[in-house]
């Protein structure tokens, strides 16, 4: 069998196809590099932005539980002055509570 010449044609053809598969393996590289920054970015991102939301939530705790502990101390500052200027009240009032509370319990109890 006689052979084909590969002429001009058969050659460029050959080298034409691995051109081609060369060109389309790094565009596929390229974009899947891109893909892969983008990912990346996207990802620092949300990282930076849990930070923040995190950071955010412990100062307002901080916030919070420092005005708490102000109320609380505002509160028995209060107490402790009102105990001072009425101290007959201030018995009578805890001797009232006292009997209702004793007094509720033992109702309680009565009804098991």
Known sequence: MPKKPLGNNGRSQAS?????????SQSVLERTADQVTDSARQASRASSAV???????????????????DAAEEFLNDTTQRI???????????????LLAGSLIGWTMKRR
């Open 16 to 24: 034409s196809q691995e051109t081609k598969e060369k060109i389309m």
């Open 51 to 69: 930070a923040d939301a995190i950071e955010d939530t412990v100062g307002v705790a901080r916030r919070a539980a420092r005005q708490g502990g």
């Open 84 to 98: 001072q200027r009425h101290p007959v009240l201030t018995v009578a009032a805890t001797f009232a509570v006292g």
